[in-house]
């Protein structure tokens, strides 16, 4: 089958590398155009960008999806489907173009969890397992029919990082065997119960920075969730420390408020929040590179009693 394949970021390279090395003929690859970024104004590519090009695909960049001359040199190509994985949401007159329709790899189970960060509000909601789910795409936003799904497990250990990066690999066999079944006329389309839908919707600055009142289970989560990035923070004195991985000391309340650094010694930092204890076991303060706890105990600034957050 011919085949356009949409997608950014490093999740989606493991979908196209599987796909090119199928039965199926990958034409071209649609991703977004280079920018320049940082002091230096550096050319950065995507991800799908660099991979395409390792493969010898045709890239062809989209600045606008709505561009007449990108809906005609799509439509030139003739392709029977497109596969679409972690890109934007397409306008009807490209998913007017394929022949057989538009797939999209999805990293929940649907309904559960539709919108942009799925992986990470699983895991910032404390679940022990989540998903993949391969649909029709439609003009609402992870709403079309589904193809097929592949339950995963999410263990006490798992971040955004080590899920995404599980997730891309099981997606790309998920995403081949759907376009498989696809071809052969074997899958079945099912329906959304869109009334047990939940949504998953991109993190917002705000939920980055630590509310120690929390407890320190949802703390935990929330900090396993957007770890590597956003990643989470905290502060003292004005100076950001970004938190990159914890553990649940206690369940106990205690009197000390919360934010309260209630232990340290030389290899360990407690932490009180609004139910239990946390220990912090890797962090990164600002402007400086990431340290286990007992290396950053060594020249720490903090002291006993200090107060985080402020």
Same mark, same amino acid.
């Not at 949401?89 to 999805?106: E, M, Q, R, T, Y």
């Not at 074997?186 to 980055?208: F, G, M, N, W, Y």
């Given at each position: @089958? ?7 970021? *490093? ?9 090119? %090395? ?6 071209? &690859? ?31 960049? $989209? *600045? ?21 994985? $972690? ?34 509000? %699983? ?15 439609? =003009?609402? &936003? ?9 339950? @995963? !497990? ?15 690999? $099981?997606? $790309? ?7 498989? %079944? ?23 600055? !705000? ?24 990643? %989470?923070?905290?502060?003292? #004195? ?23 650094? =209630? *232990? ?6 407690? &932490?009180?929040?609004? #139910? ?15 340290? *286990? ?18």
């Amino acid at each position: @089958m011919r085949v356009i394949f949409m997608g950014n970021p *490093e999740f989606a390279v493991p979908c196209l590398q599987r796909l090119n %090395a199928s039965s199926h003929e990958v034409v071209a &690859v649609v991703t977004n155009p280079p920018k320049r970024m940082g002091r230096g104004k550096k050319e950065r590519i995507s991800d799908v960008h660099r991979a395409a090009v390792d493969l010898k695909l045709p890239v062809i960049f $989209a *600045e606008s999806l709505k561009e007449a001359s990108l809906i005609s040199r799509l439509t030139d190509l003739s392709p029977g489907l497109f596969a679409v994985v $972690a890109y934007r949401i397409l306008p009807k007159k490209l998913l007017a173009i394929p022949v057989v329709g538009s797939v999209n790899l999805h990293g929940s189970l649907l309904p559960a969890y539709r919108g942009a960060a799925p992986i990470q509000r %699983a895991i910032m909601n404390g679940d022990s397992s989540t998903g993949l789910t391969t649909f029709l795409l439609d =003009t609402k &936003v992870d709403t079309g029919k589904i193809l097929i799904q592949k339950k @995963m !497990e999410i263990t006490s250990e798992d971040t955004y990082g080590t899920m995404s990066e599980k997730m891309s690999i $099981a997606g $790309a066999e998920l995403l081949t065997k759907t376009m498989d %079944a696809i071809e052969t006329k074997t899958v079945q389309l099912t329906s959304q119960d869109h009334s047990s839908a939940t949504s998953a919707p991109k993190i917002r600055p !705000e939920e980055r920075e630590i509310n120690w009142s929390n407890s320190a289970k949802i703390i935990r989560n929330i900090v396993r969730g957007i770890t590597p990035v956003p990643g %989470a923070f905290t502060t003292k #004195d004005s100076t950001r420390i970004k938190i990159l991985k914890t553990g649940v000391v206690s369940s106990t309340k205690h009197k000390a408020t919360p934010g309260t650094v =209630t *232990e340290l010694t030389k290899t360990s930092l407690i &932490v009180q929040t609004g #139910d239990g204890s946390l220990s912090i076991l890797s962090l990164q303060r600002e402007g400086k590179k990431k340290m *286990e706890i007992a290396d950053f105990l060594k020249g720490s600034f903090l002291k006993l009693g200090d107060i985080l957050g402020t």
